[in-house]
């Protein structure tokens, strides 16, 4: 007999295992087929953008447990299907309404399939990063296997395989058992929007928040081209090293659980930043391939750097009924910047190269960090700003 954890940590595995066979590979896989850096640019602007439209209405109908087992068995096998009929289409035209059909049905997936699984650790008193690191297990092993799969067979066979994975996603939330939503929380506390519009320290780190995480959403997505095209990476090496730099986010999320609840938020932030800069420099300024290779590392300890500071900081700076409310705000602008940044940086890197094209994503990481300097929120236990 299988426990429910047990079932929902195979979720996340076999879920996370069909999106590394996907979208670390997506980007590399347009160019491959003859779409310019212009128009790559468009595509990846249109899951953004498609997002901030269709994310409220999803979120609204993701209202109980039992919606929300319907719309990720609708989702998973919608998004897996998607994937598969990539593979059989050609043109500009097709690849941005496959892209578009795949942000509009599939785009909240994620954090909708993490308010489940929540909502079971809380019930079953897991803990929930417990489940959720199987996911990142799988990001590991997928990506490294990946990068060979497409070299020895191609990308068609890399798709089907995520597909299948997606769709047997869907399978897997069949054979969870249903259970009901017994949060306790408290009809007393009431989101004050209101409030929140005051809140100076909220707008601060909201602006170093957008500006830095987005333009380094922007480098990333043109990451696997810049590796396999400019430098000539093969997409085995690529692959391995996706999973090297998630490996080394895994390790340091890990390190900073158990031995950094203590620091200051504000210095992980400043040092995942740090790190960002060192990497897209390094990238700009061309330097030999063995050295890209080992400062790419420093993207997985600065993602897990962020990952581990981010919501920390939201509820040092916002009052805790505020909280959902402010990721939301921040999910959207940050959605809005990254559409922006990957239209307008599309262009820029095919008319200018790979080598501006992170040299100014590297400029605009020293803005955000000037932001953050300067307008860094106040730490505080108590929320005065929204009183």
């Known amino acids: 007999m299988f426990s429910e954890s047990f079932k929902f940590k195979l979720f996340y595995f076999i879920r996370f295992f069909g999106d590394a066979f996907f979208y670390p590979f997506m980007s590399i896989y347009f160019v491959a087929k003859g ?9 990846l602007a249109i899951t953004p953008i498609t997002a901030i439209l ?3 209405a ?4 993701a209202k ?3 919606m929300i087992r319907i719309i990720l068995k609708v989702m998973t096998l919608v998004e897996g299907v998607l994937i598969i009929v990539l593979t059989q289409v ?3 035209e097709m690849y941005m ?3 578009a059909l795949i942000a509009f049905f599939c785009s909240p997936f994620i954090s909708i399939q993490d308010g489940f699984a929540a909502t079971f650790s809380n019930n079953n008193k897991i803990e929930y990063s417990s489940l959720r690191i199987y996911a990142s297990i799988a990001y590991v092993i997928a990506s490294g296997l990946a990068g060979f799969l497409v070299q020895y067979v191609g990308y068609t066979a890399l798709f089907i395989v995520s597909g299948s994975f997606f769709m047997l996603t869907t399978l897997v939330v069949f054979w969870l058992k249903p259970f009901s939503d017994n949060l306790q929380v408290s009809e007393r506390t009431k989101r004050d929007f209101r409030s929140l519009l005051k809140n100076t320290d909220f707008y601060k780190y909201l602006l170093f928040y957008m500006i830095v995480i987005g333009i380094v959403r922007v480098g990333d997505s043109f990451f696997g081209v810049y590796m396999v095209e400019e430098m000539k990476m093969s997409t085995a090496g690529y692959g391995l090293l996706y999973s090297a730099f998630v490996f080394v986010e895994v390790l340091t999320l890990r390190f900073l659980i158990t031995k950094a609840q203590l620091v200051d938020e504000r210095k992980l932030l400043l040092l995942g930043t740090l790190l960002f800069l060192i990497r897209f420099l390094a990238y700009g300024l061309n330097l030999p391939l063995p050295a890209i290779y080992a400062i790419t590392l420093l993207r997985g300890v600065a993602f897990g750097l962020i990952i581990f500071a981010h919501i920390r900081q ?15 705000i921040f999910t959207l602008f ?3 910047f990254t559409a922006l940044g990957s239209f307008f940086f599309g262009k820029l890197v095919e008319d200018t190269g790979y080598s501006i094209l992170y040299l100014a994503i590297a400029g605009l990481i020293v803005v955000g960090l000037i932001s953050f300097v300067v307008l860094a929120p106040k730490k505080q236990k108590e929320i005065i700003a929204e009183n």
């Open 58 to 61: 999803w979120n609204f109908m």
């Open 97 to 99: 309404l496959i892209i």
């Open 334 to 336: 940050l959605s809005a």
């Open 90 to 92: 050609s043109g500009i």
């Open 314 to 328: 939201i509820i040092k700076i916002v009052k805790v009924e505020n909280v959902t409310m402010a990721i939301l």
């Open 64 to 66: 109980d447990i039992r």
């Open 35 to 43: 779409v310019s850096e212009a128009d790559l640019g468009i595509i």
């Open 54 to 56: 269709v994310n409220p």
